[in-house]
């Protein structure tokens, strides 16, 4: 029989850069052009706004999977702190998350290819989709292997775009479409052109870039050392919100006046595209294309995991819980992949509204996650305090900073019923969470009406 432990396979140079990789992904290099065309330069401390809350929910989660050394994922912490409905429907909701994630980037991925080959966007997803299966099925330290170049690439795609876009300022370079300078950032309407409005529009975007940071949490059960590698990886999140964010998008739009961007290509491409060496946007579009590669193979390593974890705790079939003889749970990847492929359909029958679609989708079931985990931290402090004597990784400003940032996710919710383009995604979520509590009241029924029989 097979074993049925996940093996800690994952090295503290794994974890770090599987941190990197879930903070850098589709939302920042495609998503952004987006957003920026919302809020113009104020996208910025939409970034700063959303990347402080999102650090600090990463706080809470870090104190609270190491208080317990038996926790695997925030569905064992909702399971002790909220019950088996809130760990059912949470463990499911965040499976979902990454499925909506994962179908985003394939269908980024489709785009990308767009950029060298007239085909549709569906094939190429279909393709990337098949190979990342391939590979997932081998074993979790290749997919740390994985991460680790692929995150790699990405950093130091925007360590060369801030550094070139440094000497550009300096140089006062003209491109295309003007000279490169600071006052980009507010002589085209200023740094609100589009009020108040459009830089509340952009946050469900913004959210989007940040989904994965959590994935740190869902890799514990594989880190070889979790009490050292989790709170390093956590520490350093501000650094990185500050510089891969906040830095980038200054250096994007020192260099583009914020007009020029579009909506539906990726502003690094552009970038690079301006400054004049003719084989750039090329390379950059292949690490945006690495990137959306990347954050598909997060997906379908967290969903996988996440059901496993499921099977283990009977809140799914117990086959999701089967390991194969590399110790990956491999019934839980395929039903994953074959989800996931619905994205390639959506590319292919709705292509100009496929990705604005599954973003907001997995926003909104991102709030509800890391809510959970804002929730369970502040029930941990009320009712855990031998815990919390013995914590040597504090997350700090509790219990203010847990209903600050719990206000602010509500308040993304409440934009997103405003504006016009995510209100029906809004609306047809809650249909996700209601299927949800009804088959766990049915399971929960089930169960009794067996017990009584036997």
Same mark, same amino acid.
């Given at each position: 029989?097979?074993?049925?432990? !996940?093996?800690?396979?994952?090295?503290?140079?794994? *974890?770090?850069?599987?941190?990197?990789?879930?903070? &850098?992904?589709?939302?920042?290099?495609?998503?952004?052009?987006?957003? &920026?065309?919302?809020?113009?330069?104020?996208?910025?401390?939409?970034?700063? @706004?959303?990347?402080?809350?999102?650090?600090?929910?990463?706080?809470?989660?870090?104190? !609270?999977?190491?208080?317990?050394?038996?926790?695997?994922?925030?569905?064992?912490?909702?399971?002790?702190?909220?019950?088996?409905?809130?760990?059912?429907?949470?463990?499911?909701?965040?499976?979902?998350?990454?499925?909506?994630?994962?179908?985003?980037?394939?269908?980024?991925?489709?785009?990308?290819?767009?950029?060298?080959?007239? /085909?549709?966007?569906?094939?190429?997803? /279909?393709?990337?989709?098949?190979?990342?299966?391939?590979?997932?099925?081998?074993?979790?330290?290749?997919?740390?292997?994985?991460?680790?170049?692929?995150?790699?690439?990405?950093?130091?795609?925007?360590?060369?775009?801030?550094?070139?876009? *440094?000497? !550009?300022?300096?140089?006062?370079?003209?491109?295309?479409?003007?000279?490169?300078?600071?006052?980009?950032?507010?002589?085209?309407?200023?740094?609100?052109?589009?009020? @108040?409005?459009?830089?509340?529009?952009?946050?469900?975007?913004?959210?989007?870039?940040?989904?994965?940071?959590? #994935?740190?949490?869902?890799?514990?059960?594989?880190?070889?050392?979790?009490?050292?590698?989790?709170?390093?990886?956590?520490?350093?999140?501000?650094?990185?919100?500050?510089?891969?964010?906040?830095?980038?998008?200054?250096?994007?739009?020192?260099?583009?006046?914020?007009?020029?961007?579009?909506?539906?290509?990726?502003?690094?491409?552009?970038?690079?595209?301006?400054?004049?060496?003719?084989?750039?946007?090329?390379? @950059?579009?292949?690490?945006?294309?690495?990137?959306?590669?990347?954050?598909?193979?997060?997906?379908?390593?967290?969903?996988?995991? /996440? #059901?496993?974890?499921?099977?283990?705790?009977?809140?799914?079939?117990?086959?999701?819980?089967?390991?194969?003889?590399?110790?990956?749970?491999?019934?839980?990847?395929?039903?994953?992949?074959?989800?996931?492929?619905?994205?390639?359909?959506?590319?292919?029958?709705?292509?100009?509204?496929?990705?604005? @679609?599954?973003?907001?989708?997995?926003?909104?079931?991102?709030?509800?996650?890391?809510?959970?985990? #804002?929730?369970?931290?502040?029930?941990?402090?009320?009712?855990?305090?031998?815990?919390?004597?013995?914590?040597?990784?504090?997350?700090?400003?509790?219990?203010?900073?847990?209903?600050?940032?719990?206000?602010?996710?509500?308040?993304?919710?409440?934009?997103?019923?405003?504006?016009?383009?995510?209100?029906?995604?809004?609306?047809?979520?809650? !249909?996700?969470?209601?299927?949800?509590?009804?088959?766990?009241?049915?399971?929960?029924?089930?169960?009794?009406?067996?017990?009584?029989?036997?």
């Amino acid at each position: 029989m097979a074993q049925q432990e !996940l093996k800690r396979e994952l090295k503290n140079r794994h *974890v770090q850069l599987i941190a990197i990789g879930g903070t &850098i992904g589709t939302g920042l290099f495609l998503g952004s052009g987006k957003a &920026i065309q919302l809020a113009g330069p104020s996208i910025i401390f939409a970034y700063l @706004i959303v990347g402080i809350a999102v650090f600090f929910v990463m706080r809470a989660l870090g104190e !609270l999977l190491l208080s317990k050394a038996g926790y695997q994922s925030f569905t064992d912490i909702a399971e002790d702190y909220l019950g088996p409905r809130a760990a059912f429907v949470t463990g499911w909701t965040y499976w979902f998350c990454w499925i909506m994630v994962a179908m985003a980037d394939v269908i980024a991925v489709g785009l990308y290819v767009q950029y060298w080959f007239d /085909i549709p966007q569906w094939i190429p997803a /279909i393709i990337c989709l098949i190979i990342l299966l391939g590979l997932n099925l081998l074993t979790v330290k290749l997919f740390g292997e994985l991460e680790f170049w692929f995150a790699l690439i990405k950093v130091i795609t925007i360590l060369v775009l801030i550094g070139i876009g *440094v000497i !550009l300022l300096v140089m006062g370079f003209k491109t295309d479409v003007g000279t490169v300078t600071v006052q980009n950032l507010w002589q085209h309407g200023g740094l609100f052109p589009n009020g @108040i409005s459009g830089f509340l529009l952009s946050f469900q975007m913004v959210v989007f870039a940040y989904v994965g940071v959590e #994935l740190v949490g869902v890799s514990a059960a594989e880190t070889a050392n979790p009490e050292k590698n989790i709170p390093s990886a956590i520490n350093k999140i501000p650094v990185r919100i500050l510089f891969f964010y906040v830095g980038a998008l200054i250096i994007l739009l020192c260099v583009n006046p914020w007009t020029e961007l579009n909506a539906a290509e990726s502003p690094f491409v552009k970038t690079f595209g301006l400054v004049g060496i003719p084989v750039a946007a090329g390379i @950059i579009n292949f690490v945006v294309l690495t990137s959306a590669a990347s954050a598909c193979n997060s997906g379908m390593f967290s969903t996988s995991r /996440i #059901l496993f974890n499921l099977g283990k705790n009977d809140q799914a079939p117990a086959k999701f819980a089967k390991l194969n003889k590399n110790y990956v749970p491999s019934n839980a990847l395929w039903v994953s992949a074959l989800v996931v492929s619905v994205g390639a359909l959506l590319s292919k029958l709705i292509p100009e509204q496929a990705f604005g @679609i599954v973003t907001t989708i997995s926003a909104i079931c991102f709030i509800w996650v890391w809510g959970v985990i #804002l929730i369970c931290h502040l029930r941990y402090k009320k009712t855990q305090p031998k815990l919390q004597a013995k914590s040597k990784f504090k997350a700090p400003f509790t219990p203010f900073i847990n209903y600050a940032v719990l206000t602010l996710f509500a308040a993304i919710l409440i934009i997103m019923l405003v504006a016009e383009e995510t209100r029906p995604a809004l609306l047809l979520t809650p !249909l996700w969470f209601i299927l949800l509590f009804t088959l766990y009241s049915y399971r929960r029924k089930t169960e009794k009406s067996i017990k009584l029989s036997a």
